[in-house]
Protein backbone atom coordinates (compact mmCIF):
# COMPACT_ATOMS: atom_id res chain seq x y z
CA UNK A 1 0.00 0.00 0.00
CA UNK A 2 3.09 2.15 0.59
CA UNK A 3 4.20 1.74 -2.91
CA UNK A 4 1.32 2.48 -4.30
CA UNK A 5 0.98 5.72 -3.10
CA UNK A 6 4.34 6.41 -3.82
CA UNK A 7 4.01 5.46 -7.25
CA UNK A 8 0.52 7.91 -7.29
CA UNK A 9 2.65 11.12 -6.17
CA UNK A 10 4.98 9.82 -8.49
CA UNK A 11 2.53 9.84 -11.13
CA UNK A 12 1.22 13.43 -9.84
CA UNK A 13 4.33 15.20 -9.89
CA UNK A 14 5.32 13.89 -13.63
CA UNK A 15 1.32 14.40 -15.40
CA UNK A 16 1.48 16.00 -18.60
CA UNK A 17 -0.93 18.36 -19.48
CA UNK A 18 -4.33 16.48 -21.08
CA UNK A 19 -6.22 17.64 -23.46
CA UNK A 20 -8.86 17.76 -21.42
CA UNK A 21 -7.72 20.76 -19.72
CA UNK A 22 -7.62 23.41 -22.23
CA UNK A 23 -9.52 26.56 -22.62
CA UNK A 24 -13.35 26.54 -22.59
CA UNK A 25 -14.27 27.69 -26.26
CA UNK A 26 -16.19 31.24 -25.99
CA UNK A 27 -20.03 30.72 -26.35
CA UNK A 28 -21.52 31.21 -29.76
CA UNK A 29 -22.90 34.33 -30.88
CA UNK A 30 -26.49 34.52 -30.02
CA UNK A 31 -29.55 34.98 -32.21
CA UNK A 32 -32.18 35.98 -30.20
CA UNK A 33 -31.38 38.81 -28.09
CA UNK A 34 -34.22 40.19 -24.76
CA UNK A 35 -33.91 42.26 -21.91
CA UNK A 36 -35.32 45.57 -19.74
CA UNK A 37 -34.79 47.58 -16.96
CA UNK A 38 -35.74 51.06 -14.68
CA UNK A 39 -34.76 54.29 -16.33
CA UNK A 40 -34.73 57.68 -15.99
CA UNK A 41 -36.55 60.15 -18.24
CA UNK A 42 -35.97 63.79 -17.70
CA UNK A 43 -37.47 66.01 -20.37
CA UNK A 44 -36.32 68.65 -18.52
CA UNK A 45 -39.11 68.94 -15.77
CA UNK A 46 -36.85 66.19 -13.64
CA UNK A 47 -35.90 62.92 -13.71
CA UNK A 48 -39.66 60.69 -14.15
CA UNK A 49 -38.90 56.95 -13.28
CA UNK A 50 -39.96 54.80 -16.37
CA UNK A 51 -38.97 51.01 -17.76
CA UNK A 52 -37.82 49.84 -20.58
CA UNK A 53 -38.33 46.22 -22.18
CA UNK A 54 -36.41 44.71 -25.64
CA UNK A 55 -36.41 42.16 -27.68
CA UNK A 56 -34.65 41.87 -31.34
CA UNK A 57 -32.34 39.48 -33.22
CA UNK A 58 -28.69 39.70 -33.52
CA UNK A 59 -28.00 39.38 -37.42
CA UNK A 60 -24.32 39.49 -37.13
CA UNK A 61 -21.38 40.03 -34.06
CA UNK A 62 -21.57 43.56 -34.28
CA UNK A 63 -25.64 44.23 -35.71
CA UNK A 64 -28.61 43.43 -34.13
CA UNK A 65 -32.20 44.96 -34.82
CA UNK A 66 -34.88 45.26 -31.82
CA UNK A 67 -38.15 46.27 -31.17
CA UNK A 68 -37.72 48.50 -27.65
CA UNK A 69 -41.09 49.18 -25.47
CA UNK A 70 -40.66 52.33 -23.24
CA UNK A 71 -43.31 53.26 -20.73
CA UNK A 72 -43.05 56.48 -18.56
CA UNK A 73 -46.25 56.44 -16.46
CA UNK A 74 -45.93 59.69 -14.47
CA UNK A 75 -46.28 61.68 -17.75
CA UNK A 76 -48.20 58.78 -19.43
CA UNK A 77 -46.04 58.26 -22.33
CA UNK A 78 -45.11 54.88 -24.15
CA UNK A 79 -42.82 54.72 -27.07
CA UNK A 80 -43.01 51.95 -29.55
CA UNK A 81 -39.78 52.07 -31.16
CA UNK A 82 -37.28 49.74 -33.88
CA UNK A 83 -34.24 49.91 -32.70
CA UNK A 84 -30.87 49.00 -34.45
CA UNK A 85 -27.82 48.86 -32.67
CA UNK A 86 -23.77 48.69 -33.82
CA UNK A 87 -21.22 47.09 -31.01
CA UNK A 88 -17.44 47.55 -30.81
CA UNK A 89 -14.97 47.12 -28.31
CA UNK A 90 -13.88 50.17 -26.98
CA UNK A 91 -9.98 49.22 -27.37
CA UNK A 92 -10.98 49.26 -31.81
CA UNK A 93 -12.50 52.99 -31.31
CA UNK A 94 -9.46 54.27 -29.44
CA UNK A 95 -6.51 52.76 -31.39
CA UNK A 96 -3.59 50.88 -30.23
CA UNK A 97 -2.22 54.01 -29.02
CA UNK A 98 -4.47 55.34 -26.53
CA UNK A 99 -6.40 52.13 -25.46
CA UNK A 100 -2.46 50.99 -24.48
CA UNK A 101 -2.50 54.28 -22.00
CA UNK A 102 -5.46 52.93 -20.19
CA UNK A 103 -4.80 50.50 -16.55
CA UNK A 104 -7.24 48.08 -17.60
CA UNK A 105 -7.68 46.20 -20.81
CA UNK A 106 -9.85 48.02 -23.17
CA UNK A 107 -10.80 45.04 -25.22
CA UNK A 108 -13.34 43.64 -22.59
CA UNK A 109 -15.61 46.80 -22.92
CA UNK A 110 -18.11 46.92 -25.95
CA UNK A 111 -19.11 50.34 -26.48
CA UNK A 112 -22.96 50.03 -28.39
CA UNK A 113 -24.45 53.12 -31.09
CA UNK A 114 -28.03 53.12 -31.51
CA UNK A 115 -31.25 54.49 -33.09
CA UNK A 116 -34.63 53.89 -34.41
CA UNK A 117 -37.59 55.46 -34.85
CA UNK A 118 -41.32 54.31 -33.94
CA UNK A 119 -44.25 55.57 -32.14
CA UNK A 120 -44.53 58.01 -28.99
CA UNK A 121 -47.61 58.14 -27.53
CA UNK A 122 -48.49 60.55 -24.47
CA UNK A 123 -51.45 62.93 -24.90
CA UNK A 124 -51.73 61.77 -28.99
CA UNK A 125 -49.78 59.37 -31.36
CA UNK A 126 -46.70 61.17 -32.46
CA UNK A 127 -43.76 59.92 -34.51
CA UNK A 128 -40.37 59.66 -32.65
CA UNK A 129 -36.79 59.29 -33.44
CA UNK A 130 -33.99 58.00 -31.17
CA UNK A 131 -30.23 57.65 -30.51
CA UNK A 132 -28.25 56.41 -28.05
CA UNK A 133 -24.61 54.89 -26.64
CA UNK A 134 -23.69 52.58 -23.84
CA UNK A 135 -20.84 51.13 -22.63
CA UNK A 136 -21.13 47.09 -21.32
CA UNK A 137 -18.96 44.37 -20.04
CA UNK A 138 -19.23 40.74 -21.00
CA UNK A 139 -19.70 37.97 -18.47
CA UNK A 140 -16.76 35.55 -19.51
CA UNK A 141 -18.75 32.59 -20.75
CA UNK A 142 -21.97 33.17 -21.34
CA UNK A 143 -23.75 35.57 -24.02
CA UNK A 144 -24.71 38.28 -21.02
CA UNK A 145 -23.54 41.60 -20.43
CA UNK A 146 -23.33 43.99 -17.46
CA UNK A 147 -24.42 47.94 -19.18
CA UNK A 148 -22.19 49.67 -17.09
CA UNK A 149 -23.97 53.12 -18.28
CA UNK A 150 -26.13 53.85 -21.28
CA UNK A 151 -27.81 57.23 -22.62
CA UNK A 152 -30.27 57.20 -25.43
CA UNK A 153 -32.49 60.44 -26.64
CA UNK A 154 -35.74 60.55 -27.88
CA UNK A 155 -37.19 63.09 -30.25
CA UNK A 156 -40.95 63.31 -30.77
CA UNK A 157 -42.91 66.41 -31.19
CA UNK A 158 -45.00 66.69 -27.73
CA UNK A 159 -41.75 65.52 -25.52
CA UNK A 160 -37.60 65.61 -25.92
CA UNK A 161 -35.79 63.48 -23.08
CA UNK A 162 -33.20 61.92 -22.11
CA UNK A 163 -33.19 58.02 -20.85
CA UNK A 164 -30.50 57.06 -18.88
CA UNK A 165 -29.70 53.57 -18.11
CA UNK A 166 -27.37 52.19 -15.24
CA UNK A 167 -25.75 49.41 -14.27
CA UNK A 168 -28.34 47.37 -16.44
CA UNK A 169 -27.67 43.31 -16.69
CA UNK A 170 -28.85 42.73 -20.47
CA UNK A 171 -28.91 38.60 -21.37
CA UNK A 172 -29.58 37.19 -24.53
CA UNK A 173 -31.30 33.90 -24.63
CA UNK A 174 -28.91 31.67 -26.85
CA UNK A 175 -31.46 29.95 -29.09
CA UNK A 176 -29.62 28.27 -32.15
CA UNK A 177 -30.74 28.44 -35.64
Not at 103 to 110: A, G, H, P, V
Given at each position: ????????????????????????????????????????F?????????SI????L???S??S????????????????L???S?????????????????????????V???????????????????????????????????????????????????????????S??????
Amino acid sequence: MKNLFKAFLVMLFLALPAWGQTNVAPPPTFHFIAGGSAIGFNSGSGTQAGSIAYTGLQLTSTVSVSYEHMSIPSINANGNLAVASYTRPLSALLGKTLAGKFLFSTDDINVTFSGGAGRWTTARSNIAETVGVSLSYPIAGTSAAVQIIGYQYVHAPSVNGLVTRNNQVQSGLIVYF
